[in-house]
């Protein structure tokens, strides 16, 4: 399994971005996805997650209301639309899958194995 992650790149802060994650093999549509970001010194934190069908969706507080987990199945791709960036959005961005295929959606870094190699989003005050 190969994930690529794309649409990273700097906007000014209130801007928007969308970020997608194109998976290889035919096991996508049968895994919950996740996104996580990573900002210098800091820890890999979780961002969102998505079930297998699409049809559940977790978000970390920080991102409520102004990111948006999706995914097309037919197109083994997964995105993040994300609106109203601040500053302190930026990160590297990474996707993942979650192990264990579908089930529960998971918050840990732990929890997801496959990772991208991220996608920089850079966010100017």
């Known amino acids: 399994v190969q994930l690529v992650e794309s649409g990273g790149g700097l906007v000014p802060a209130g801007g928007s971005l969308r970020l997608s994650c194109a998976a290889s093999g035919r096991t996508f549509s049968s895994n919950n996805m996740g996104w996580f970001r990573q900002a210098p010194g800091q820890e890999r934190e979780f961002v969102a997650a998505i079930s297998s069908g699409g049809l559940l969706k977790k978000y970390a507080d920080s991102v409520t209301g102004r990111f948006t987990i999706s995914r097309a199945n037919a197109k083994n791709t997964m995105y993040l639309q994300m609106n109203s960036l601040k500053p302190e959005d930026t990160a590297v961005y990474y996707c993942?899958?979650?192990?264990?295929?579908?089930?529960?959606?998971?918050?840990?870094?732990?929890?997801?194995?496959?990772w991208g190699q991220g996608t920089q989003v850079t966010v100017s005050s």
């Open positions: 993942a899958r979650q192990k264990g295929g579908s089930g529960g959606l998971l918050l840990r870094r732990y929890d997801y194995e496959y």
